[in-house]
């Protein structure tokens, strides 16, 4: 009977630090939520038909309308979530709390897929992920929260879940909603040029999930008149490089306060430096290194790195290389 008590009470064990992680994220989600006026627009768009609007800056471009609409998905979820809120007599005492709730649940479904893949092994990742969900959202570090942040993490969580249970062909059905969520998913379709099989069977895939990918996003930007956003604009490239190795912003008013330690190289609370550092052998584990090298290269052309919440849907693929799950399973060897 112990033998089976054992198990049972580890797991319970992991939940209840679950369940507590969960409590910390809505605090810090509910602190920040209030201190940028985009972290409250984007929850209430589709209840309040908020419109974004466009900046020209030394950095290029800012059109938030074309970049945020398409998030549907994200924008829907986040208005239907605070929504509750117009019902009160003061809705900005409530949105906080509405918005640090959804944020922790979120972030207790991506803790439960956790649990649900690795069992006993979960806990690694469900610190890690706790780590850098509570490092992007620490106040004081850009205090920025938007509504697809932890969806997206959720999604990027499945990924590696199902690549781990060698069910990575499955992913293939939720891959347009994690797109409709946010569009930064549309990476993950590189996975599929590297699974078991013929050339032509990985090619074959790897269009079927672009395919997907793609309507996705096209039917996205169709329905919110967002088309005309592709373009390469070295701007964001040259500040980001400049930040890197200067420490230095066009706009410091914009995060007033970052400072010397929130220098991108403890991004997701170092998870990202330690992910190239790891010597990389097996066949899933390069092929994630590809997926994160071509992230990371989207992030320096069209977003501000050291915005740290832009980098949170990644900490899955970045924690697989230091779990035992991930370095000895000969499971983890065969997508």
């Given at each position: 009977m112990t033998r089976y008590l054992n198990p049972f009470r580890e797991i319970l064990a992991i939940a209840v630090i679950s369940t507590a992680l969960c409590v910390m994220v809505y605090n810090q989600a509910k602190i920040i939520a209030p201190l940028a006026k985009h972290n409250l627009e984007t929850f209430i768009s589709f209840n309040q038909e908020v419109r974004f609007g466009y900046a020209e800056t030394d950095i290029g471009l800012l059109d938030l309308e074309k970049d945020w609409r398409p998030r549907i998905l994200s924008l829907l979820a986040g208005s239907l979530a605070t929504r509750p809120a117009f019902l009160t007599d003061n809705p900005a005492t409530h949105y906080p709390r509405l918005i640090g709730l959804y944020s922790a649940v979120w972030l207790g479904l991506t803790f439960f897929l956790l649990l649900l893949t690795f069992g006993r092994e979960a806990l690694f990742p469900i610190l890690g992920t706790f780590a850098a969900v509570a490092f992007a959202y620490m106040p004081g570090m850009a205090d920025r929260?938007?509504?697809?942040?932890?969806?997206s993490l959720f999604f990027f969580t499945l990924f590696v879940c199902l690549l781990h249970r060698q069910r990575l062909n499955w992913f293939l059905l939720v891959l347009p909603l994690a797109v409709l969520f946010k569009e930064t998913a549309v990476v993950l379709t590189l996975a599929y040029l590297f699974r078991a099989g013929t050339g032509t069977k990985r090619l074959l895939y790897f269009a079927a999930a672009a395919a997907l990918a793609f309507f996705a996003k096209l039917s996205a930007d169709l329905l919110t008149?967002?088309?005309g956003r592709f373009t390469l604009d070295t701007g964001f490239l040259k500040t980001n490089v400049r930040y890197l190795i200067r420490g230095t912003f066009p706009y410091p008013e914009w995060y007033p306060g970052l400072t010397g330690f929130s220098h991108p190289l403890f991004l997701n609370a170092g998870l990202l430096l330690a992910f190239f550092l790891y010597p990389f052998r097996s066949h899933p584990l390069g092929m994630l290194r590809v997926i994160v090298l071509c992230y990371v290269a989207g992030m320096f052309f069209y977003g501000i790195i050291f915005e740290y919440r832009i980098w949170i849907d990644i900490t899955p693929l970045l924690l697989y290389p230091l779990m035992p799950a991930g370095?000895?399973?000969?499971?983890?060897?065969?997508t």
């Open positions: 929260i938007y509504p697809w942040d932890l969806p008149d967002s088309l370095k000895g399973n000969p499971a983890a060897e065969k």
